[in-house]
């Protein structure tokens, strides 16, 4: 196991598993053919054209720019010296924002907006005020956890628990 580990990187289950996740799309390709995620009118809406772009824009783009944000962040975190490490109580909402931006950017760009109409009657403007909202309100949830949880780093221990 050890000279697998040495030799790949990783345990044998993450090859298994790498190579079960290739089978799956090829099978999801074949199924649907080649004509379903190509559009032949309109290329820059076709699912392949979006696919090879969202990995291009995340790969080369947005996974550098986090990852160098996240060491930032855990080197000022650690030479703070800080009873409660901040990292997480910023790393969880930016998530939670960066997914919340993934499910809400079609109503921003308000893509669709006819369909929208018809199908609830509203209109697409609150969807960037909204996102903002919940924004904001992960942020401040998450203050307010990392406050509660210095201030009760900064208490001594108790009598029941010392004892």
């Known amino acids: 196991m050890r000279r ?3 030799a790949y990187g990783a345990h044998p289950l993450h090859l298994l598993v790498l190579l079960m996740a290739f089978a799956l799309a090829g099978y999801t390709v074949w199924v649907l053919g080649f004509d379903a995620l190509w559009n032949h ?6 699912i392949a054209v979006w696919f090879v772009a969202a990995i291009i824009a995340h790969d080369l783009i947005l996974f550098p720019a986090y990852a160098l944000v996240d060491r930032i ?4 975190s650690a030479r703070t010296r800080l009873r409660v490490s901040p990292l997480n109580y910023v790393r969880v909402p930016l998530l939670g924002i960066g997914l919340s931006f993934l ?8 893509q669709g907006a006819v369909t929208y109409h018809a199908a609830t009657g509203g209109t697409q403007q609150p969807f960037l005020q909204r996102w903002l909202l919940l924004s904001a309100a992960l942020l401040a949830v998450s203050a307010i956890v990392y406050a509660i949880q210095s201030l009760r780093a900064r208490r001594p221990p108790s009598r029941s628990a010392r004892d």
């Open 73 to 76: 962040l855990a080197a000022a």
């Open 4 to 6: 697998w580990k040495r």
């Open 41 to 46: 009118q309109v290329w820059w809406q076709a």
């Open 103 to 110: 499910l809400f950017f079609p109503g921003i760009i308000r």
